[in-house]
């Protein structure tokens, strides 16, 4: 991996065989970022993403495996109880024009992923919802 910062937006590259979600909080804890948002493209032979079916306030996981391009990456980056959080959704698309996506949990990079991430001056941290279960903005 490898960035540049300039004033609030960093351009990042992640390289063959880095996980994403790790170095995001790599790139966020070393440039003190507490609020930012998320956007990014490249190719994955490998991850996971899920979806949350409210009626069990549960997480349901769904690994890929081949060669995908990587349509959509984006999300946030915050804090949750002062501590480092991040919020990514991702959908990759196989050679069949297929496209598959969800809450990111895991994603390894097979060429490359281009990453920008654009830091807001301020925070804004997040707490349990106890009725929706998810982790939700507090203001």
């Known amino acids: ?11 990042a590259r992640i390289d063959k065989g880095e996980e994403i979600l790790e170095k995001i909080e790599k790139i966020a804890k070393k440039e003190n970022i507490k609020l ?4 990014a493209l490249g190719a994955t032979n490998s991850f996971t993403v899920g ?17 995908f391009e990587i349509v959509s990456l984006t ?17 990759a698309g196989n050679d069949k024009g297929e496209v598959f996506g969800g809450h990111l949990n895991r994603a390894i990079v097979s060429a490359t992923c281009e990453m920008i991430i654009n830091i807001i001056n301020g925070r804004v941290d997040r707490e349990k919802s106890e009725e929706i279960g998810l982790n939700l903005f507090k203001f």
Do not use: L, P, Q
């Open 36 to 39: 930012a948002n998320i956007n």
């Open 75 to 91: 999300g946030t980056i915050n804090t949750m109880n002062d501590e480092f959080y991040t919020h990514i959704h991702m959908s």
């Open 1 to 11: 991996m490898d960035y540049r910062r300039f004033e609030n937006t960093i351009v």
């Open 51 to 67: 979806v949350f079916k409210t009626s069990e306030k549960k997480y349901y996981s769904n690994t890929f495996e081949g060669d």
